[in-house]
């Protein structure tokens, strides 16, 4: 895997200039890039910023990388080589979505929920914490969870177990993060453009425009929360 190299702009700890005109342009890795919410945050950022996209998809250019964050070390590896970064965000994450019947006692690795907890959950996690590595101060992360933490659905228990336990986790890793760098996480409803198939497990739910989803890691990325989970 190669991956996209750094901008000859400074290492990890050095602090970039603002741009006098106005917001300065950030280097950010884009996870799950190719998701229906990773689409609608890609094009609300790349206009403005350098956008380094990833997915489970093999890269298709010299700003893409291949990454599957069940895949801690390679993770870790390509976060390395990818260099000083301003912002990190996922909207990336798989679980298994199925019926509490199905579900019988097991370790981890053999348990229907350990897609969930081994991909979305840890995955996550330990994307942000191989961040601290590349992040620059004042830096940026944002973990993508669901409306499953706190709108249990059928079928979705496994679901609500990882999405509630990355928002706890986020909230409390963001009160110990040293550089003033910052730890949110975005909670989406459904998306216009979610599959059908998907769309049928949550009856009732309202369609959330893209836009407006794409607002959210927007506020994330620039207004200086931190500890937050936004529900969109």
């Known amino acids: 895997m190669t991956a996209p190299t750094a901008a000859q702009d400074g290492q990890p700890g050095a602090q970039r200039p603002h741009d006098a005109a106005g917001p300065r342009r950030l280097r950010i890795l ?92 840890m995955g996550q996690v330990n994307l942000a914490l191989a961040a601290r590595a590349v992040l620059r101060p004042g830096g940026s992360i944002t973990l993508t969870s669901g409306t499953t933490s706190t709108e249990p659905v059928i079928g979705g228990a496994g679901l609500s177990m990882v999405n509630g336990a990355l928002e706890s986790w986020a909230r409390a890793a963001a009160t110990e993060l040293p550089q003033g760098w910052r730890l949110n996480v975005v909670s989406p409803s459904l998306v216009e453009g979610t599959p059908e198939a998907a769309c049928a497990a949550f009856p009732g739910f309202e369609r959330v425009s893209g836009e407006r989803v794409a607002l959210a890691y927007v506020r994330c990325l620039m207004s200086g929360i931190t500890g937050q989970v936004l529900r969109i």
Not at 88 to 95: L, P
């Open 30 to 121: 884009l996870v799950g890039a190719g998701g229906v919410v990773g689409r609608c945050v890609h094009g609300a950022l790349r206009d403005r910023h350098e956008v380094i996209t990833a997915g489970l998809e093999p890269a298709q250019g010299p700003q893409q990388l291949q990454l599957d964050l069940a895949d801690t070390p390679a993770l870790v590896q390509a976060l390395q080589a990818l260099g000083p970064l301003d912002a990190v965000i996922s909207t990336a994450g798989r679980a298994r979505f199925g019926p509490l019947a199905q579900a019988q006692p097991a370790g981890i690795d053999t348990s229907v929920y350990g897609l969930g907890l081994h991909d979305k959950l």
